[in-house]
């Protein structure tokens, strides 16, 4: 995302720091009070006659919105509003900028603050800890909320910890389907005009696989590309299926020569099949990309010994889609697949 105004900037950067200076710090341990009487203070200093916009609440690690982080999105704008303060209308910061730049135009700060329909702002984060712990078995979430004024001061910091329960960390886990239906639904680049040409197809209408039976994808392709084959898995793992150590092109692959190109090729054949989890059916995907500059996916595990296992983690996810952003004149196809025992 570009920014187009320097003041706008500064506050989106004094946004997404979380300062501890000059900061109203609170926090309750051992998880005695609740987290309303924590936010407390922090509300008696934004007052009751400021108009505020809660902006979604992010996962620390992958910086996105998630299911947890818009629970406690809700009870945020509840404890204002309970408390006398006006709460504004949910827009989400970042989209302000984006619906400017769609359009070719600027946004002013003025503007910025106009549409966002507030003069107090808080935005946070959250982390999860302590997971498999024999006290908190589900983890601890640790939460930072930071007030920020319409002259971009700091009006302070509000922190909360507490124990997940398992309706809670369920929803983190569910987080990971969203990121990777995000990948999934990745297409191209961004321009239509310069994303090769690319379709792929698995061997089998429809793509039903009994467990450790072979299985191959046939792609049709532009000669004079790079070829990437990644594994979208049931449990929220990815692995690079193609280009791996058994090419002499890892880890980024080199132009394709042919049109055609079949995945694995005849003497591999046996060693590529899919696997259920712990012998239940699965649906997996299998992301296919074409692009016209080479990409680096090494980060993904290969399969161990030439077999397609799950052995990734589930922030791998995260790291394809940034992999994906950084490289112009791409183009996608996602394939689907069910594996039963």
């Known amino acids: 995302m570009r920014f187009c105004l320097n003041s706008v900037l500064a506050l989106l950067l004094l946004l997404s720091m979380f300062c501890m200076s000059c900061a109203v710090r609170h926090g309750s341990s051992p998880f005695g009070n609740s987290f309303e009487d924590e936010l407390e203070p922090l509300i008696e200093k934004i007052g009751p006659r400021n108009r505020v916009a809660v902006s979604a609440i992010y996962e620390e690690r992958s910086g996105m919105a998630t299911p947890l982080g818009n629970r406690w999105r809700d009870r945020v704008e509840k404890a204002l509003t309970d408390r006398g303060v006006r709460v504004a209308d949910r827009r989400e910061l970042g989209i302000l900028i984006d619906d400017a730049e769609s359009f070719g135009g600027r946004i002013r700060e003025n503007d910025f603050w106009e549409q966002a329909g507030a003069r107090t702002i808080i935005v946070g984060r959250y982390a999860v800890v302590s997971r498999n712990s024999r006290e908190h078995p589900c983890g601890i979430m640790e939460l930072t909320l930071k007030a920020v004024g319409r002259d971009t001061s700091l ?175 791409w183009f996608g196809v996602t394939l689907k697949y069910r594996v039963e025992p």
């Not at 639904?185 to 429809?206: C, H, K, T, V, Y």
């Not at 039976?213 to 792609?219: N, T």
């Not at 694995?264 to 046996?270: A, L, R, T």
């Open 155 to 329: 009006i302070g910091v509000a922190m909360w910890s507490e124990p997940l329960g398992p309706g809670d960390a369920q929803s983190e886990e569910g987080k990971w389907s969203v990121f990777q239906d995000a990948v999934a639904n990745l297409q191209d680049s961004g321009s239509i005009f310069d994303r090769p040409e690319l379709s792929a197809r698995m061997d089998r209408q429809p793509a039903v696989y009994p467990e450790k039976e072979p299985a191959k994808i046939i792609i049709d392709i532009q000669p004079g590309v790079y070829l990437y084959i990644i594994g979208l898995h049931a449990d929220f793992t990815a692995s690079i299926i193609y280009p791996n150590i058994f090419t002499n092109s890892y880890p980024t692959g080199k132009p394709l020569e042919s049109s055609r190109f079949e995945f694995p090729p005849e003497d591999f054949v046996k060693n590529f099949h899919f696997l259920t989890i712990d012998g239940k059916a699965v649906t997996e995907r299998i992301k296919v990309v074409a692009s016209k500059k080479p990409m680096d996916f090494s980060f993904l595990p290969e399969p161990p010994n030439g077999e397609y296992l799950k052995t990734g983690k589930e922030s791998d996810i995260l790291g394809i889609k940034k992999a994906l952003e950084k490289v112009d004149g």
